[in-house]
């Protein structure tokens, strides 16, 4: 069953009816649960189960014809799953929303339930390694075309719009040059032109900024990264129109990319304290970049709330704060790019990002590796650029690291 911002089988645990009462997101992320077991379990437990029984026939049959929102299989439902569905639609303000395995699988879903052979999609072309590949060597498989437009020059977007353009696919901010799209223009554009606004808005979280109330039909997001926050498990989630994401189960349902029970679990627990920790990841951040702006050893530092971002405007207009995430230039290019990795004490080089623990890549060596070195300077991953995910850790450890680190380049 998808979610639809109604609870399907979910209670708000308070003591007044739901009916009575409004709550901020923030609030419903933490207190919606799946309803109470004759236990009376003050935490949601787990489901991990494959199936799910009936009483009789009849319950079956009707079951299987789409008739009432029963669990059948945890393939199609679960309610670990769908808690964590439901915060996410709360938190997003969507209408409907399905949770998937991975990041990734949310947006291959997204796309393939969507588009057909003939139809165009356009994408601003600072993307993650993994979606441009699906874009570029996948969809194509599949009769679909794609063209690209640059993240920084909004001006010539409208013009690579078709007839055929069925729907526009962005990151914001970018991926990993931290490029800000304006959400409100770019909303008017998709509606203009009647094509279908889809925005990945992993590196900010719907605490932090809310693509639906700008007028996109689609948002994605991989769970694996700020959503569960430390670390542990992999998963994804679109939210959006319903009548879209119903398109998005069914392909879903029959295709298998299903969040395990374990995982949704997991995640849901983890969207109770997303709001506090994006903000100290934030606050941490800003401090870091603020204090490494004028660092020799650097060309440049971006971070969307410094003053020196070009996108600043559009980050104060659209975000809450500027994330976990910022990126800088070292001087030295790629060999000073190895020895800063290598001369990193406590930061840790991993493939992943929005952990409660401060990780530093390369993406160009990395993330970004399959793009060629033309496609890779077309989205500003130069040989020295260096990545930051700003974890939880005391700021100035975080930033003692990185200088120490500096000094060796």
Known sequence: ??????????????????????????????????????????????????????????????????????????????????????????????????????????????????????DHLLSCNSIFGSTHTVITKYLPKY????????????????????????MLYIE?????????????????????????????????????????DFGADLVVHSATKWIDGQGRVMGG?????KELI???????????????????????????????????HAGNALKIATALQDHPKLSWVKYPFLPSHPQYAIAQKQMQNGGGLLCFELTG?????RKFLDSLKMLSLTANLGDTRSIASHPASTTHAKLTEEERLAVNITPGLIRISVGLEHADDILNDILQALEKC
């Open 1 to 118: 069953m998808i979610g639809e911002g109604t609870n399907h089988g979910k209670s708000i645990q308070t003591k007044k009816p739901m009916e009575e009462q409004t709550y901020h997101p923030i609030t419903q992320a933490i207190r919606t649960q799946t309803e109470r077991t004759q236990e009376m379990e003050h935490a949601t437990p787990l489901f991990l189960t494959s199936s799910f029984v009936f009483d009789n026939a009849e319950d079956m049959r009707a079951a299987f014809a789409d008739e009432t929102e029963d669990n059948i299989y945890s393939r199609f439902s679960n309610p670990s799953v769908q808690e964590f569905t439901d915060k996410m639609v709360a938190l997003e303000g969507a209408e409907a929303g399905f949770a998937t395995a991975s990041g990734m699988s949310a947006v291959f879903a997204s796309f393939m339930a969507l588009l057909k052979a003939g």
């Open 333 to 337: 290019g790629l060999e000073s790019g």
């Open 172 to 212: 914001t901010p970018t991926n990993p040059g931290l490029d800000l799209i304006d959400l409100e223009w770019v909303g008017q554009l998709t509606k203009k032109h009647n094509i279908l606004l889809n925005v990945d808005n992993c590196f900010a979280t719907p605490v932090n900024q809310k693509p639906i």
């Open 143 to 166: 009769g679909i075309e794609y063209s690209y437009v640059p993240a920084d020059k909004p001006e010539e977007w409208e013009a690579a719009i078709r007839p055929n353009t069925k």
């Open 237 to 241: 989630v679109v939210v959006g129109k």
């Open 246 to 280: 119903k398109d998005i189960y069914l392909f879903c349902r029959s295709t298998g990319p299903a969040l395990s029970p374990f995982n949704g679990w997991v995640l849901s627990k983890s969207l109770e304290t997303l709001d506090v920790r994006m903000e100290r």
